[in-house]
């Protein structure tokens, strides 16, 4: 009997030991996977910017003023493309120009003077930045792609570049060389990759063997990073700690009990060795608990037996089970739903959009929709009242999202503040009409703190039947649904949109519109035109409105209210204005000798106006063009008052301390109240041309009353868009101060404002 009892100890410690190592391997593949998929991650995040230094290379090296730079040398090329506000902007560190030859005919350091020297503009910082160049000529050398990037390694220094051959605008040559791109990756950037990856990391350069080594307390894994060539150019390596370590320590603490347990049923065995019925119970308890084991079944319990003692241990093995179960439940839980607000996450909604297309294609289901949404000016609400505010409102919209789905529909959020609710069995057409419910939803104010919080949304909708493409997949119906709410987002916000195929392409072409805009603002080659602004007294010329014009070589002329609006969605915009700003001080300045007390105008954005330096940037203008207090007038829209009132507010008061004027334009058409006017620091009111239809008839109250009140807050009047006689004469009456509109002059080029100078 004592080796009935030995054996049955050994059995229960060999199951201890079986059940040690299958836990063991389950926890080590799942975080095998874990450790993969953020490599995988952050690998993601490193090619992005590969692709990106690329891009940026290939707008500067496909373009005519580079091709005729590398023959003429011009310095005019340099000092206009390269600045230091462009080079900030483009985040770029270094430039080079290599000819075929392997010469450099350009060399730019963003921390450095540009000197003048025999062969063009060049300039060298130190040793490294020759081996630098040297580097880059050699992988070029090997490497016959046109358009290239990946990361090197110089003294220790580790560096991100981009190389593409110079051609002319439309990609042909032969090439004069190459535009190279080269921004290091110190800390500040590498500390940016890292909170965008959330996970601490470093690259290594060379790369090394990718490896995922799990040891007892952290997990050393590695993965290479292949520049755009394919070539292994580098090895991410995170080193973390064991996210499951203090799960398996509970774990095996359960199991030895487990075992303990047992070995206590094999000594009542001895104890009990002449009691058979008891023998037989204590036999029935063992099959059922080495069932468990043997099977993984944690979810089963241990039966009762009838007998006290024996199913009070029956109990307390119940009890470890459900302690194993509970763990199990909790650990897929978290795998597969968002911490902050329990909504299934990506990995489930990919999981569900899998199971759904495979149950339309088996004819299951009819159909199933895809709704993806995104919150607009999300980042307006954490940056003006933080963090703890935006969770709140995270909270509040995953609540009604909730709400608005019922099962099996799934209610999921991505991250940040992008959601999205999947349909199972919905039909094409019912899909805009949940959509309608979710924004009703997602729209209602949000209460937090005492404040009134507004939400808008915009929603792309991409639907499946019987009839999709079998080899769709879920990141497809994801990558669909992004692309519509994208579109959504641009065409107006707090809106929805479904997929169809034209998206695609249209997304691709403003994409492709986007660069050229960003060509075109770097080339300065917008034209500007001038418009003239009469005094209603005696008609003379009072001042000019400058008028941006795009002219594209396919598409002829672009209008303004697109490429402005796509500057301002792109943040393209500031450097669009000081642009044209700088374009037309030089302009007034040489004006003004002729006609000087001739005014210019000049349109400007309001997210120009909250920049923190345009006030210094229009103080250097003035100093530089010697233009005196009052010449220079901005004109603001309206519709900008709708804005941060208080950045805007101190933009517009630092800069009238230089003697800049201010206008507002189209008055009538947007957000503006007597009040708002009042407490604006502004000198003229533009009257939007569409009220001066009504003066052709007789109606002339709402013209009658901006004048007067603009009149009674110190402001003068501008009268645009004027353009028959009646409307001058009864402007005139109205006491209207200054007129503009095609009754007198339509916008002109610079040839045709050059003889209307010479005739007035």
Not at 439 to 466: C, E, F, H
Not at 679 to 707: E, M, R
């Amino acid at each position: 009997m004592l080796m009935t009892a030995a054996t049955l100890a050994l059995c229960m410690a060999i199951g201890a030991a079986i059940s040690h190592y299958v836990m063991d391997r389950s926890m080590r593949e799942f975080e095998g996977r874990d450790a993969a998929h953020t490599l995988e991650r952050i690998n993601i995040l490193i090619d992005l910017q590969l692709v990106s230094m690329r891009k940026q290379a290939a707008d500067y090296s496909i373009w005519d003023t580079t091709y005729d730079f590398m023959a003429s040398g011009d310095p005019d090329y340099v000092k206009q493309n390269y600045s230091k506000a462009i080079l900030d902007n483009l985040d770029i560190d270094q430039v080079f120009l290599i000819r075929t030859d392997g010469s450099i005919a350009m060399a730019l350091f963003r921390a450095n003077q540009i000197t003048p020297g025999a062969t063009g503009i060049r300039y060298i910082a130190d040793a490294a930045s020759t081996d630098l160049s040297n580097r880059i000529m050699r992988i070029r050398a090997g490497n016959p792609e046109p358009k290239i990037a990946g990361l090197l390694d110089i003294a220790g220094k580790q560096y991100i570049y981009g190389i593409s051959a110079i051609l002319t605008n439309d990609g042909k040559g032969p090439t004069r060389g190459d535009v190279v791109f080269i921004r290091s990756m110190d800390r500040k950037r590498m500390d940016h990759l890292k909170r965008l990856a959330q996970e601490e990391f470093s690259l290594v350069i060379p790369a090394k063997a990718d490896r995922i080594d799990i040891g007892d307390d952290r997990i050393a894994s590695a993965k290479t990073v292949r520049d755009t060539a394919g070539n292994p150019v580098a090895s991410i390596m995170v080193d973390q700690a064991r996210p499951l370590k203090q799960l398996i320590t509970t774990t095996r603490s359960i199991i030895s009990a487990n075992a303990l347990i047992l070995t206590l049923i094999a000594l009542l065995f001895v104890y009990l060795m002449f009691d058979r019925l008891v023998l037989r119970k204590i036999d029935a308890l063992v099959r059922n608990i080495f069932s468990i084991r043997q099977v993984g079944a944690i979810g089963n319990r241990l039966p009762a037996i009838g007998d006290q003692d024996i199913d009070r241990i029956s109990s307390e093995v119940n009890h470890m089970l459900e302690d194993l179960s509970d763990s199990h439940t909790r650990l897929q839980h978290e795998a597969f739903h968002d911490h902050l607000t329990g909504l299934g996450n990506r990995r489930l909604l990919l999981k569900e959009l899998d199971d759904a297309f495979r149950a339309v294609k088996n004819r299951h289901i009819e159909g199933f929709t895809l709704l993806l949404m995104d919150l607009d000016d999300f980042k307006d609400i954490n940056d003006l009242y933080g963090h703890l505010a935006g969770d709140q409102v995270i909270k509040v919209i995953a609540e009604r999202l909730g709400g608005c789905t019922r099962s099996p529909d799934l209610a999921a959020r991505l991250g940040g503040d992008e959601f999205a609710v999947l349909l199972r069995n919905s039909r094409s057409q019912s899909s805009e009409r949940h959509a309608e419910i979710l924004l009703d939803a997602l729209t209602r104010p949000i209460v937090w703190d005492g404040i009134t919080l507004g939400v808008k949304a915009s929603i792309g909708i991409v639907t499946a039947d019987a009839s999709a493409d079998p080899g769709s997949n879920p990141i497809d119906w994801l990558r669909k649904a992004d692309i519509a709410m994208y579109a959504s987002k641009n065409r107006t916000k707090n809106g929805y949109l479904v997929f169809h195929a034209d998206l695609e392409s249209s997304l691709s072409e403003r994409k492709r519109m986007e660069s050229e805009l960003s060509i075109m603002i770097g080339a300065e080659s917008s034209e500007i035109w001038m418009q003239p602004i009469l005094k209603q007294s005696d008609g003379s010329l009072f001042a000019l409105e400058a008028l941006s014009r795009w002219f594209h070589p396919v598409l002829g002329e672009i209008s303004p209210l697109t490429f402005i609006r796509m500057a301002e969605d792109t943040k393209l915009i500031d450097r669009f204005d000081r642009s044209v700003i700088r374009r037309c001080c030089a302009l007034i300045s040489e004006l003004r000798l002729r006609h000087p007390e001739l005014y210019l105008c000049i349109n400007v954005s309001a997210l120009t106006l909250m920049e923190p330096d345009f006030s210094a940037f229009i103080a250097r203008q003035i100093r530089l063009h010697s233009i005196p207090d009052g010449a220079l007038m901005l004109e603001i829209t309206e519709t900008v008052l709708a804005s941060d009132e208080a950045a805007l507010l101190n933009g517009i008061r630092a800069i009238r301390q230089l003697g800049v004027r201010f206008l507002i334009d189209d008055f009538g058409t947007g957000y503006s109240s007597l009040s708002r006017l009042n407490a604006l620091p502004l000198d003229f009111l533009k009257i939007d041309g569409s009220f001066l239809v009504a003066l052709d008839n007789g109606q002339d109250t709402i013209c009658k009353t901006i004048i007067r009140m603009a009149h009674s807050l110190g402001m003068q009047v501008i009268a645009e868009g004027v353009e028959t006689e009646a409307q001058r004469r009864r402007l005139a009456e109205l006491a209207c101060d200054y007129l503009q509109g095609y009754y007198f002059a339509k916008p002109m080029d610079p040839k045709q404002l050059e003889h209307y100078l010479r005739s007035h």
